[in-house]
């Protein structure tokens, strides 16, 4: 391999606490990994940390595989980019069985790709103003197609994301709780089992759920992220810790009222 395409290989995309991407690094050790799309470790960061978990039991003399792609895209899509980027086909039973390919594209094509479209074009806002401008283009979609796309087509699905994500940063938190709520089926049918991914919107989720006084609710919500979280993430790691922290107030709420 040239150089290039060396370090394009084995460098790894660097993720926040949220698993938003924030740089890339290289990682020779981890590099040795190779893939699966239904993999049995996960990599999460503590900073520029990288940290591997096993995410279900490993078998003695079993191989350890990580995921180099994201799992809820389709998998002629993940084929493609393994292609691309790693030079590679996979096998893995996931890939053989075109797993939950059907629900992902679910929906009248037209509207998936006219909200593909829309989703590839968003680029991490910088001001209110710009926040403003997507969650309005958000509003605009969802509404437009309304019965034509379910919420488990993956790009309804990162419409959702993206609108939950444009309210939290203009601090409508309750319209940022409806959306987040329509995206906890869709993440649980396509991230099932112990996920970061999941883990993380649990948490959202459940912490918008609190700021609107619906403790019960954010309870259970978090209860289900910390189930996952203690797994993907570890106890040590400070997202759990924040976690640990509001879960603890929510308990702290249940037992006053």
């Not at 520029?48 to 995921?67: A, K, M, N, P």
């Not at 895209?73 to 390919?101: A, G, H, I, S």
Request: hydrophobic share 35%; charged share 25%; net charge negative.
């Amino acid at each position: 391999f040239p150089l290039f395409l060396q370090v394009t290989c084995n460098c790894f995309t660097i993720s926040n606490g949220e698993m938003q991407d924030v740089g890339v690094g290289l990682y020779p050790s981890m590099s040795l990994l190779n893939h699966s799309c239904d993999p049995n470790c996960v990599i999460v960061f503590e900073g520029y940390q990288l940290l591997l978990h096993s995410v279900r039991e490993i078998q003695i003399g079993e191989e350890l595989t990580i995921s180099y792609v994201e799992s809820l895209v389709p998998t002629r899509e993940r084929q493609k980019q393994l292609m691309r980027q790693y030079c590679f086909e996979c096998d893995c039973p996931l890939c053989q069985n075109k797993e939950k390919d059907a629900e992902k594209l679910d929906g009248e094509e037209h509207a998936w790709k006219e909200v593909k479209d829309a989703v590839n074009e968003v680029r991490y806002p910088k001001s209110k103003e710009e926040w403003k401008h997507v969650l309005a283009r958000c509003q605009n979609l969802l509404r437009s197609h309304k019965g034509h796309l379910p919420d488990t087509n993956i790009y309804q699905l990162k419409m959702l994301d993206c609108a939950m994500d444009a309210c939290i940063n203009l601090e409508s938190w309750e319209e940022a709780l409806y959306y987040g709520s329509r995206t906890l089926e869709p993440y649980r049918l396509y991230y099932p089992g112990f996920h970061p991914l999941r883990a993380v919107q649990l948490m959202r989720v459940g912490k918008l759920q609190y700021s609107q006084g619906m403790v019960p609710q954010a309870l259970e919500t978090l209860k289900q992220a910390y189930n996952i979280m203690k797994v993907t993430h570890g106890t040590d790691h400070s997202l759990m810790k924040a976690l640990m922290e509001i879960k603890e107030e929510c308990e702290a709420m249940m037992r006053i009222q």
